[in-house]
């Protein structure tokens, strides 16, 4: 099994920026990504990243904005969001897996075994 805990969260004023980190435990997993779920909408995929390769992908609306990394040694995932706005105000969760077919993309949530219970980002304006 694998646990994930997020933290980095908090307030930020409009073009702040900000870092995530999520810490992993348990098995080796094969991908991780980071998802959020502004107030009164869908949870929407922010970014992923393959363990072992370190391939990444993000969601096309956030790229140049966010990146993302991790270490395997801390086995810690980061995300790292610049320029931020009050829209990117959200809970943002860690998600994780320890097997990927490779059929469907890494931006479905149904790709991701375990989550995390969330951080909150507010951007105030």
């Known amino acids: 099994q694998v646990q994930l805990i997020e933290s980095g969260g908090g307030l930020v004023q409009t073009g702040g920026s900000l870092r995530l980190s999520c810490v992993t435990s348990?098995?080796?997993?094969?991908?991780a990504g980071w998802f959020r779920q502004a107030p009164g909408q869908a949870r929407e995929f922010v970014a992923a990243?393959?363990?072992?390769?370190?391939?990444?992908y993000f969601a096309d609306s956030l790229a140049g904005r966010f990146t993302i990394s991790r270490d395997i040694a801390k086995k810690t995932m980061y995300l790292q969001a610049y320029g931020l706005g009050p829209e990117d105000t959200a809970i943002y969760y860690c998600?994780?897996?320890?097997?990927?077919?490779?059929?469907?993309?890494?931006?479905?949530?149904?790709?991701?075994?375990?989550w995390g219970q969330g951080t909150q980002v507010t951007v105030s304006s």
């Open positions: 998600a994780a897996a320890t097997f990927y077919s490779g059929v469907y993309s890494l931006k479905l949530e149904s790709q991701y075994e375990t």
């Open positions: 348990g098995r080796t997993l094969s991908h």
């Open positions: 990243i393959t363990w072992r390769g370190g391939a990444t």
